[in-house]
């Protein structure tokens, strides 16, 4: 079975900086996907972003990067030029290679609240 | 097509009554999902539709809870004699098959007291 731990249940971060959330997993599988999600308050969970484990390559997306370790099992965040609207509950994911989408193991979520 | 939505957002509901969500999946989405997520935790798998099919169900998915596609489209999850710890936000998601992305709906948020 698949673990997905995220240490920090809330940060804050000045609006224009930078932060970045930590997550990490623990699999017997060697390919399989990692997500990050964003549930705004009152709003439905989004994906952000998503990287492949047999890539080395690390994702990013705009503002939004990950810092994938496979070796480590670490996948974090980090997200740029902070917005006010990246307020959010975000939540780090696994989910193994050839199983569906919906199927994936979450983390418990870290509340990040940009401060104006 | 705006996305997975759900009915309704909010249900207050007394202990020992019986209720029933809706879920509508983006329409060219074959596969569904219900989850379960509790105060500060991250949305727990209860269990999976594809089309009509109901292929597989967590051990979260007491037997007082039963969900239906039932013409692979819309989906109900109805929760009966609701306890306190029902107490919940329920998420719908759907996909299509092999995708690698869920799309959520704003889930209905169950309170029993």
């Known amino acids: 079975a698949q673990t997905v731990t995220q240490s920090q249940p809330e940060m804050s971060v000045q609006e224009a900086e930078t932060v970045t959330l930590s997550c990490t997993y623990d699999?017997?599988?060697?390919?399989?996907?990692l997500f990050w999600y964003k549930q705004p308050p009152s709003r439905q969970m989004i994906l952000v972003i998503r990287?492949?484990?047999?890539?080395?390559q690390n994702a990013t997306e705009n503002r939004f990067s990950v810092n994938f370790q496979k070796a480590a099992k670490s996948f974090s965040l980090k997200i740029s030029d902070s917005q006010l609207g990246d307020t959010a509950m975000y939540f780090c994911?696994?989910?193994?290679?050839?199983?569906?989408?919906?199927?994936?193991?979450f983390g418990d979520g870290t509340t990040l609240t940009v401060k104006p | 097509d705006t996305g997975v939505s759900q009915d309704p957002r909010h249900k207050i509901t007394k202990r020992g009554q019986n209720v029933t969500f809706r879920c509508d999946p983006i329409s060219e989405h074959n596969r569904l999902y219900w989850y379960r997520q509790t105060l500060g935790q991250g949305p727990e798998f209860l269990t999976y539709?594809?089309?009509?099919?109901?292929?597989?169900k967590s051990r979260l998915l007491s037997d007082r809870f039963s969900a239906e596609r039932p013409k692979g489209s819309f989906s109900t999850l109805e929760i009966q004699r609701t306890e306190q710890g029902d107490s919940a936000m329920y998420l719908c998601a759907s996909s299509i098959q092999g995708g690698t992305e869920a799309f959520f709906g704003q889930g209905t948020r169950l309170t029993v007291v």
């Open positions: 990287q492949e484990a047999y890539k080395q």
């Open positions: 994911a696994f989910m193994k290679l050839n199983t569906n989408a919906g199927k994936s193991t």
């Open positions: 539709f594809q089309n009509e099919a109901q292929l597989e």
């Open positions: 699999t017997s599988e060697n390919n399989y996907y």
